[in-house]
T-cell receptor, first 106, second 114 residues
Framework: RKEVEQDPGPFNVPEGATVAFNCTYS??????FFWYRQDCRKEPKLLMS???SGNEDGRFTAQLNRASQYISLLIRDSKLSDSATYLC???????FGAGTRLTVKP | NAGVTQTPKFQVLKTGQSMTLQCAQD?????MYWYRQDPGMGLRLIYY???????DKGEVPNGYNVSRLNKREFSLRLESAAPSQTSVYFC?????????????FGAGTRLSVL
């Protein structure tokens, strides 16, 4: 089993849709979690940290489930500009997931 | 505000050639990292440096060496390039390693080894 796993997608959704991604991790000692966004042929950039109690930033909601060892990212009211690859990061050992590709269509 | 700067942006090598990828950050960060990204594989950590004067192996260190020249600079060297090292290389920095560190990435170096 990979240490950090993501559904690679692609997720193809219409504008305005709600979409959710999960990311599972195997290291139960992991303490910090992040979601990064990567546009085509660009560097990853931080989207949001994931806090134990869950957190929201505008249309984006991140949650952590320690018992089942996964984090999730929910995007509401999808925009065309949300099209990108979303990478989860587990910082106990600086592991990145392979990314989930999202395409939002008009 | 430059952040993390990588040079070169593109490079083509022949098998067996050597080269050094340069990385510099101007955020006074303690920790620096080198990753490679291959299609479908995500980012894999090659080496990291938790602080000036220290370096540690990551997930895929074979075939690479690193030097933390000073707090700002962290270079990655390929002594004898192989086609399997064709990849996009990203350098990153963060204030600290471990919990709650946020990594900032350079724009990447696209390397092809023929």
């Amino acid at each position: 089993r990979k240490e950090v796993e993501q559904d690679p997608g692609p997720f193809n959704v219409p504008e305005g849709a709600t979409v959710a991604f999960n990311c599972t991790y195997s290291n139960s000692a992991s303490q910090s979690f992040f979601w990064y966004r990567q546009d085509c042929r660009k560097e990853p950039k931080l989207l949001m940290s994931v806090y134990s109690s869950g957190n929201e930033d505008g249309r984006f909601t991140a949650q952590l489930n320690r018992a089942s060892q996964y984090i999730s990212l929910l995007i509401r009211d999808s925009k065309l500009s949300d099209s990108a690859t979303y990478l989860c990061v587990v910082n106990a050992d600086m592991r990145f997931g392979a990314g989930t590709r999202l395409t939002v269509k008009p | 505000n430059a952040g993390v700067t990588q040079t070169p942006k593109f490079q083509v090598l022949k098998t067996g050639q050597s080269m050094t990828l340069q990385c510099a950050q101007d955020m006074n960060h303690n920790s620096m990292y080198w990753y490679r990204q291959d299609p479908g594989m995500g980012l894999r950590l090659i080496y990291y440096s938790a602080s000036e004067g220290t370096t540690d192996k990551g997930e895929v260190p074979n075939g690479y060496n690193v030097s933390r020249l000073n707090k700002r600079e962290f270079s990655l060297r390929l002594e004898s390039a192989a086609p399997s090292q064709t990849s996009v290389y990203f350098c990153a920095s963060s204030e600290l390693t471990g919990a709650k560190n946020i990594q900032y990435f350079g724009a990447g170096t696209r390397l092809s080894v023929l």
